[in-house]
Nanobody, 125 residues
Framework: QVQLVESGGGLVQPGGSLRLSCTAS????????MSWYRQAPGKQRELVAR????????IYADSVKGRFTISRDNAKNTLYLQMNSLKPEDTAVYYC??????????????????WGQGTQVTVSS
C-alpha cells in the first residue's frame, strides 16, 4: 500500500532550476524521515539529501550542498527537492525514498524501506 510518486523532472539547461515533488501515501508520512537519491547511467545510486520527519535535521551530498534544498509539507504528504544551479553531472534518475526511522540518523534508521518509481532529470545545453 505504500506509494511514493515523483514528479517534476525534465530537461533543463545548465544553471537552471527544477523542483521535484514526491507524493506519499499508505503510511503516516509525518512519522518518517525521507530522502532523495539519484542514479546516473552506469553509476551506483547515491544519496542526495535527507530530512527528518519534522522537517529539520537535513543532510546533503557534498556535490549538491548550497544548490539543492530538501523540504517537506507534512499536511500534504509531500516531499520536495529544489534544485538550483544545475550542472550536467546532476543528470540522473531521481528517486524519492522512505527511511525506516523518524530521524534517519542511525545505521538502521537511515535504511530505505520503500522507493518511488523515479523521475528523470537531464541537464544539458
Amino acid at each position: 500500500q505504500v506509494q511514493l510518486v515523483e514528479s517534476g523532472g525534465g530537461l533543463v539547461q545548465p544553471g537552471g532550476s527544477l523542483r521535484l515533488s514526491c507524493t506519499a501515501s499508505g503510511f503516516t508520512f509525518s512519522t518518517y524521515a525521507m530522502s532523495w537519491y539519484r542514479q546516473a547511467p552506469g553509476k551506483q545510486r547515491e544519496l542526495v539529501a535527507r530530512i527528518r520527519n519534522g522537517g529539520g535535521n537535513t543532510i546533503y551530498a557534498d556535490s549538491v550542498k548550497g544548490r539543492f534544498t530538501i523540504s517537506r509539507d507534512n499536511a500534504k504528504n509531500t516531499l520536495y527537492l529544489q534544485m538550483n544551479s544545475l550542472k550536467p553531472e546532476d543528470t540522473a534518475v531521481y528517486y524519492c525514498a522512505k527511511l525506516r526511522g523518524s530521524i534517519g540518523y542511525t545505521e538502521d534508521g537511515s535504511k530505505v524501506d520503500y522507493w518511488g518509481q523515479g523521475t528523470q532529470v537531464t541537464v544539458s545545453s
